[in-house]
């Protein structure tokens, strides 16, 4: 039996949606109404929409050119395609091929395929064990390199479904970590593969599996030497697997055209970079050409590269940043992209002409951040979110190609409540500082209800701080709980950035390069310093928050941050680089062998001296003793060098959590955090 491959996929979509999405929605007394969010097109002139109403999706299918939205039923939830099969419940990563008659999938670290109008099922390799992982990635790669949502995910079927493509990987003679769990009499201890700093990472090798006749081809890499894999692309025609290659130094990337009918290959694109080069996350084929993103040129630039071989050409100009593909459109001729191209703090939309002359133009109408743009499978219509800081989220149909049927520019539905004006005290404002180097840093802030300029406030700094993550954008977040009771009780909240959170392209992130938390710190002091100085601030009362990057930072502000914050928050903090994993930490560091000042230099445990217990500053720190990302081994090395230099502070740990808090033990560390406060900044 076939089965639909749209229904499908739909289907899954669905599910995943259902799961894992947080949906735009009221709280009760909100400032804003539920509204429809887009999900798929179902055709050229309707889309599929989601709209929450308390914990209960409601579907509807709105027509772009009638302006109906009609309500469809809920779909119910489809039992998992592996139940179709004896012992389903042990597949991993079932993953539909793009006929839709198989699916594959791995079981204890093999690759399977089945087929799904025979249920036949076919193990594909033989050689999987604890420490040889067949299409299932070792945790390096699931973290820093695929990404979480790859859910360990190796494996990538052909377009034409006769060959996938896999990473095997060798785990032997990379280093554990143990994970204590707590539970039972004895408790129990899982190792995990974690390769820190300066460790021996995974070996990797490139592998094409024929589902007609099972033969593995492999691609013909030294799999002895240090280096790493990216994630690889197949080309339309099956003709080639594009596979990316970077150095244990991460300075270089090769992008690989491989035959997958024998594993030979040559060079197709060479990137090179003093600091370090980045992996490419997206591809467009269009005819000969494959478009990609890259950051060499100090910002990210729109790329063209004959897959055949040849130059590599721009077709970008401007300062933009974080870069994401949508369709080629017009036969080819224009290809649709979002990017904080005109503000650093706004994702809008682009068309770029792909001949010629280069010439990129903004199709999204208002200076909003868009998001969940989805573009019509014609390339005629986009439907997206637009908000900003100001701006509750909008529902807009956006036209992109002239044409007889065009429709015209609309906001389908907004979000914002008859209550919005009763909430404008909790609208934040923008706030900016400059450094000496000439970086104008975005801030925001929200002040307290019924705000009296002449009054001082205490004050509660968000951050986080890490390469390239930013914290502040011009875009709607409605408020939550806890800022609601802050505003109300007199605290002044902002959230702060820095030069390398990603406003200012490579030429800001590159200054972390081989000592991460420097000049992040000095950018830290200089918006305390400025905080300090507002007449309705009252420095003596200056906390300070973050977590897991933001924790690490937040322990450096209190120990070498001049005393402008008394108090702060951290959880799940890197106290030292050495325990953190390889591929992350010497992307920016180098390894310990060869910057060993700089690992030193940027340790927060060498400079608890700082932390100023007996002048009355104070710390709480947090960790989950499950944590797999950033280990409790962190917070157990912090609080010996606390207890050594007779500190005080406070210690919560959270037994069996990971790199977050949930459930009763989020809603349990939430309210400790508010007693925190309350008692330092509030003298309650």
Same mark, same amino acid.
């Not at 700093?197 to 007609?212: F, T």
């Not at 990609?292 to 040129?297: A, H, T």
């Not at 002239?402 to 539905?413: A, F, I, L, Q, T």
């Given at each position: ?145 695929? /990404? *979480? ?8 079927? %052909?377009? =034409?479904?006769? @060959? +996938?493509?896999?990473?095997? &990987? #060798? ?27 300066? /460790? *021996? ?8 599996? %024929?589902? =007609?006749?099972? @033969? +593995?081809?492999?691609?013909? &890499? #030294? ?28 300075? *270089? ?13 040559? @060079? ?144 389908v539905e907004e979000s914002q409540s008859s209550k919005f004006d009763s909430f404008a005290y909790l609208i934040p404002q ?109 420095g003596n009362r200056m906390g300070i928050t973050g977590f897991s990057y933001g924790g690490t930072m937040t322990l450096l ?14 959880g799940a903090g890197v106290y030292d680089w050495m325990l953190y994993d390889t591929h992350y930490t010497e992307r920016y ?96």
């Amino acid at each position: 039996m076939k089965i639909n491959k749209r229904v499908f996929k739909l289907s899954l979509l669905l599910f995943i949606i259902m799961q894992i999405i947080v949906p735009i929605e009221s709280r009760g007394d909100s400032p804003v109404e539920p509204l429809p969010t887009p999900l798929y097109w179902i055709d050229n002139s309707s889309v599929m929409l989601r709209k929450m109403v308390g914990k209960s999706p409601l579907y509807f299918d709105y027509n772009i050119y009638s302006g109906a939205m009609n309500q469809l039923p809920t779909p119910k939830p489809k039992a998992p395609i592996g139940s179709r099969f004896k012992g389903g419940e042990r597949f991993q990563n079932i993953t539909l091929s793009p006929d839709s008659t198989a699916i594959a999938y791995t079981i204890e670290n093999n690759l399977f395929v089945a087929d799904l109008a025979t249920l036949q099922e076919r193990q594909l390799t033989f050689d999987g064990s604890p420490t040889t992982l067949n299409g299932r990635a070792s945790w390096i790669y699931y973290e820093e390199i695929f /990404g *979480r949502s790859s859910r360990y995910k190796a494996f990538w079927w %052909s377009p =034409d479904s006769k @060959k +996938i493509a896999f990473y095997q &990987f #060798d785990e032997s003679e990379s280093p554990t970590f143990p994970i204590f769990n707590s539970d039972g009499q004895y408790g129990q201890i899982h190792y995990m593969n974690y390769p820190k700093a300066g /460790g *021996r990472n995974p070996k990797v090798q490139l592998g094409v599996v %024929s589902i =007609d006749n099972g @033969k +593995i081809e492999w691609g013909k &890499f #030294d799999r002895e030497l240090d280096q790493y894999f990216g994630e690889p692309f197949w080309s339309p025609d099956n003709s080639s697997l594009l596979v990316q290659w970077m150095n244990r130094e991460q300075k *270089r990337l090769i992008l690989y055209k491989v035959d997958p009918s024998n594993g030979l290959f040559e @060079k197709l694109y060479i990137e090179e970079q003093p600091t370090w080069v980045n992996w490419i996350k997206e591809m467009i084929f269009y005819g000969e050409n494959l478009y990609f993103v890259s950051d060499f040129e100090k910002w990210q630039h729109i790329y063209s590269l004959n897959i055949g071989g040849g130059e590599v050409r721009r077709v970008t100009d401007g300062a933009n940043w974080d870069i994401k593909l949508l369709s080629m459109v017009e036969g080819g001729k224009r290809l649709l992209f979002s990017a904080r191209r005109e503000s650093s703090l706004r994702n809008e939309i682009y068309s770029l002409s792909t001949k010629g002359k280069v010439r990129v133009e903004r199709v999204s109408n208002e200076k909003l951040n868009h998001s969940l743009s989805l573009l019509s499978p014609d390339g005629r219509n986009l439907i997206a979110v637009g908000s900003s800081l100001s701006v509750p989220p909008k529902l807009l149909l956006i036209p992109i190609e002239e044409g007889s049927n065009k429709v015209d520019y609309r906001v389908v539905e907004e979000s914002q409540s008859s209550k919005f004006d009763s909430f404008a005290y909790l609208i934040p404002q923008m706030i900016f500082v400059t450094t000496p180097e000439g970086f104008k840093l975005p801030g925001v802030m929200i002040l307290p209800e019924n705000f009296d300029s002449t009054r001082r406030y205490p004050l509660i700094a968000n951050i986080y701080g890490g390469p390239n993550s930013t914290n502040v954008m011009d875009r709607w977040k409605t408020p939550s709980p806890s800022v609601i009771e802050w505003a109300k009780e007199g605290v002044v909240q902002v959230w702060l950035d820095n030069r390398s959170s990603g406003h200012f392209g490579r030429e800001g992130i590159n200054y972390v390069h081989r000592n991460l938390g420097y000049w992040e710190l000095k950018d830290f002091i200089l918006w305390g310093r400025h905080l300090a100085s507002l007449p309705f601030i009252d420095g003596n009362r200056m906390g300070i928050t973050g977590f897991s990057y933001g924790g690490t930072m937040t322990l450096l502000a209190l120990t070498q941050g001049e005393g402008l914050f008394k108090f702060g928050v951290a959880g799940a903090g890197v106290y030292d680089w050495m325990l953190y994993d390889t591929h992350y930490t010497e992307r920016y560091m180098d390894t310990p062998q060869s910057n060993p000042e700089g690992y030193h230099e940027s340790s927060v445990l060498n400079g608890i001296a700082g932390y100023r217990s007996e002048d009355g500053d104070r710390l709480f720190i947090s960790h989950g003793t499950a944590d797999d990302n950033v280990h409790l081994q962190n917070t157990l090395q912090l609080v010996e060098q606390l207890q050594l230099n007779e500190k005080e502070f406070q210690l919560m740990l959270y037994p069996g959590a990971l790199h977050g808090y949930r459930g009763v033990q989020g809603r349990h560390f939430s309210n400790e955090v508010a007693k925190f406060w309350r008692r330092h900044l509030l003298g309650d």
